[in-house]
């Protein structure tokens, strides 16, 4: 009877004899080895011997019996039955050959004695495609000598019928014998001196799976998973990776306040493990550098490629001999497994409470329940919104009942974002002060629908759910394309049928993803210390402010490049008015007042001021960065409010100036259409440009002579982009891109908001029209049946 196999022994075939994590480790260690992907070794007791150590001491039927009328909803009763259990199994014996085996391969693998272990629990039904039992059982950490080994083999065993896993089986169907327990003994990575954290090979909000998704954080990895550290993210591009690009796309900072490190003395039972505070100036850097961020965005692929599936990985990286390991991998079990596409749409808005990271895409109303410590979760009830520092998968039983989950602790990698995704359930992660900020008895909407940003709002709010239909997109005589602002909805929107990007806004990017005005950048030295202080603290991590104001605005432009790719996203360069420049930090130090902005200092004007010549540049080079670092050639440049023909010959040269020459590595340079000039001598201004977007919104105003923003109810009546005045413009900039063979799309709010005036530009001839993504859909439909 063979009670212990080594690792290497091991292949997916063995699931029922080992579990899905020891088999997984088998399996890598046996295939992937020669692709460069490192696993620890070790070795794993079977399911079978897991079974008759609970014959040999006459466990089965008492288990059998304790659990037969159990109702796992009964709180009480699921944590009395469990512990009973568990403290039996604790105190039981091991059958002499299993003990004789356990002891042979851990000489075997302690060869030289000084051999440090993880214990971990590996169940016949974990880490399937459908079901991820995510964390349920025990892993103990720097485990040495034999004795010790023995006793968290006990434990591991135990953890079976811990009080989130009886639950968890009862949740999903399994019968409780369905399901045994083996145990893996794993040689340990010193990432207690690294780093270490999980990875998924989608995203793990939208399901989109050309990107690989890193969580890391300083230590051992039981901080990230656990939830107790807000980790650093980063997205890396799947395209930009194999065609052996730069490739990473994202990065955002984690506060990493904590980490967890081996006891290097300790007496025996005592914990092996201990908890310390990180040093300021390392949780103000990442805790990866860029080639090891591309190194396991390659192991990503290598194990997504063998097992033909999504996959989410636990690394570490070894802080001694400097390598990246691989602790375990398996299928993602929520995106991959998803049926039916249902969306969330916010109706009304109030003061937004706090803020934190989304999980789920999800909206939710519901009174808040601050919950201090796992022994209050009674207080908890259906519908309720749990409140607290941070979960772990003891809190299962009781989170299927919230309506929502809100935590001052974790990332989007952490157990009690698995479950939440697995329960269906919207959660807010990481917002730090969530139990001093909201109050018990709060009335709240929990919306996850913002991108990565969760917001937790003030009162009931109203929403819709929408059951999004499967579509083809359909020939329509026209293409359609999307207007994407914001980078991090862009994964979600690629989904939908579209023929890429016509309209992305680089001063969302600005706004919301550096929140800094150029200027303050630049001026940096000379700058107030009040503001320099506030500077430094947005652009951790980055070696200057200058970089970090690049390298952001790259990452925002790469990430909605890389998620439409190779379809064309045509970037439009900055179009702040100078009202709205003013609102970023340190804008009042550079911006004048004017009367009406909308008029005044903004577009090629612009950029062509010696004033802000030195903030161009920033944008040309963070699109240099995209698409000539990370071959994102599919990104086209739009230019807007092109006044005069003098300027649009100078703009053009300025680009070039600047590294963006048209026609180079195929590069379009696109002219936004929305001052009546442009339609006036529209075969003139096409002379220097690839094409037109038309701006409907502000060549209507313009053509019109009104403002929207004016506040006169009045005018706002009279704005209407199927004026016949507004309608000749648009008919005058169609034919001559037609005339002129070039491209003519249209990219303002008309034709998402008037299917008639869609069919007009339609039958006009006009080349694509950028819709918002909640109209594409209908209106695709509409123009198809025409």
């Known amino acids: ?41 070790g070795f794993a007791t079977t399911a079978q011997a897991f079974r008759d150590f609970l014959k040999y001491n006459n466990l089965d039927e ?30 039981a014996n091991f059958q002499p050959l299993f003990l004789e085996q356990i002891i042979k391969f851990y000489k075997e693998l302690d060869s030289d004695g000084l051999g440090t272990f993880a214990v971990r629990s590996s169940a016949t039904a974990e880490d399937l495609p459908d079901a991820s039992f995510a964390g349920q059982q025990e892993t103990f950490l720097n485990v040495s000598e ?17 009080d989130r896993a009886i639950s968890y089986r009862v949740h999903k169907g399994f019968s409780h014998f369905e399901v045994s327990l083996s145990a893996g003994i794993q040689r340990m990575v010193r990432s207690d001196k690294g780093s270490s954290g999980v990875m998924f090979s989608l995203d793990t909000e939208s399901g989109f799976k050309d990107v690989v998704f890193i969580t890391s954080s300083y230590g051992l990895g039981e901080c990230v998973v656990q939830g107790s550290v807000n980790p650093d993210e980063f997205y890396v591009s799947k395209t930009c990776l194999k065609n052996n690009n730069k490739a990473i796309i994202s990065r955002k900072i984690g506060s990493k306040l904590i980490k967890m490190e081996f006891k290097e003395e300790r007496k025996a039972g005592e914990n092996a493990v201990k908890v310390v505070d990180v040093a300021k100036n390392m949780q103000d850097k990442f805790s990866l550098n860029d080639e090891q961020i591309n190194e396991l965005a390659r ?24 390598k990246i390991y691989i602790l375990q991998a398996r299928p993602e079990t929520v995106q991959s497994q998803k049926k039916k596409d249902i969306s969330y749409k916010l109706k009304e808005e109030s003061k937004v409470l706090i803020t934190g990271r989304a999980i789920g895409q999800k909206i939710s109303v519901g009174i808040v329940k601050v919950i201090n410590d796992i022994s209050e979760i009674s ?19 009781v989170m299927k009942k919230a309506a929502a989950i809100v935590t001052n602790r974790g990332g989007r990698t952490c157990h009690a974002a698995i479950i939440a995704r697995e329960l269906g359930i919207g959660a807010v992660v990481g917002t730090s002060n969530a139990t001093t900020i909201l109050k018990d008895g ?40 999307m207007n994407v602002g914001n980078p991090a909805l862009a994964f979600k929107f690629a989904q939908m049928p579209n023929d890429g990007v016509g309209l992305a806004r680089l001063e969302f990017i600005i706004n919301n993803h550096i929140g800094i005005h150029p200027n303050a950048i630049l001026d940096y030295d000379n700058i107030n210390d009040d503001l320099r202080n506030k500077i430094n603290e947005a652009s951790k991590g980055y070696a200057n402010a200058r970089e970090f104001f690049v390298s952001k605005l790259a990452e925002g432009i790469a990430t909605i490049a890389a998620a439409f790719y190779p379809k064309p996203v045509i970037i439009r360069l900055s179009d702040f008015k100078t009202n709205e420049y003013r609102k970023l930090l340190g804008g009042e130090f550079y911006e004048m007042h004017e009367e009406n902005p909308m008029l005044g200092f903004r ?4 950029y062509l001021a010696p004033s802000f010549a030195e903030c161009f540049k920033l944008e040309c080079e963070a699109l240099k960065i995209a698409r000539d670092e990370m071959g994102l050639n599919n990104i086209e440049i739009m230019v807007p409010f092109v006044r005069t023909l003098s300027q649009a010959n100078s703009v053009i040269n300025l680009l070039a100036k600047n590294g963006l020459k048209r026609g180079v590595n195929g590069l379009r340079v696109i002219m936004m259409c929305e001052v009546p000039s442009n339609a006036i001598l529209c075969d003139e ?30 005018l706002v009546a009279d704005f209407d982009e199927r004026d016949e005045a507004v309608l000749f413009m648009l008919e005058r900039a169609i034919t001559a891109c037609k005339k002129a063979n070039k491209y003519v799309g249209i990219c303002g709010q008309g034709p998402s908001d008037h299917i008639d005036l869609a069919v007009w530009l339609k039958q006009k001839g006009i080349s694509s029209m950028s819709l918002n993504p909640d109209s594409v859909i209908s209106t695709s439909k509409r123009l198809a049946s025409i």
């Open 146 to 162: 034999i004795d010790d080994i023995l006793d968290k083999i006990r434990l591991v065993f135990a953890s079976l019928y811990n």
């Open 1 to 41: 009877m063979e009670y212990v196999l080594a690792f290497s022994k091991l292949r997916m075939s063995d699931v029922e004899i080992v579990g899905g994590k020891n088999a997984s480790l088998g399996e890598m260690i046996s295939n992937l080895a020669s692709s460069g992907v490192r696993v620890p070794d």
């Open 379 to 397: 207080r908890v009830n259906a519908g309720d919104v749990i409140v607290t520092d941070m979960t772990d998968p003891n809190w299962e039983p």
């Open 603 to 606: 577009g090629a004007s612009r």
């Open 685 to 714: 201004f096409l002379e220097y440009f690839d094409g037109f977007s038309i701006g409907s919104n502000d060549l209507t105003q313009l053509t019109l002579g009104l403002d929207r923003d004016s506040g006169m109810d009045i």
């Open 299 to 322: 192991y990503a692929l290598i194990i997504e490629e063998h097992y033909k599936r999504p996959m989410d990985i636990e690394w570490g990286l070894d802080g001694l001999d400097g």
């Open 62 to 91: 008492i288990i059998t019996n304790e659990l037969k009328n159990l109702n796992p909803d009964d709180l009480d009763a699921l944590a009395k039955c469990g512990a009973k259990i568990r403290s039996l199994i604790t105190k």
């Open 442 to 481: 709060d009335l709240v909407s929990v919306s996850c629908v913002h991108g990565d940003e969760g917001r937790v709002y003030e009162g009931a709010l109203k929403y819709e759910v929408i059951e999004n239909e499967e579509f083809e997109m359909q020939n329509c005589g026209v293409k359609i394309m």
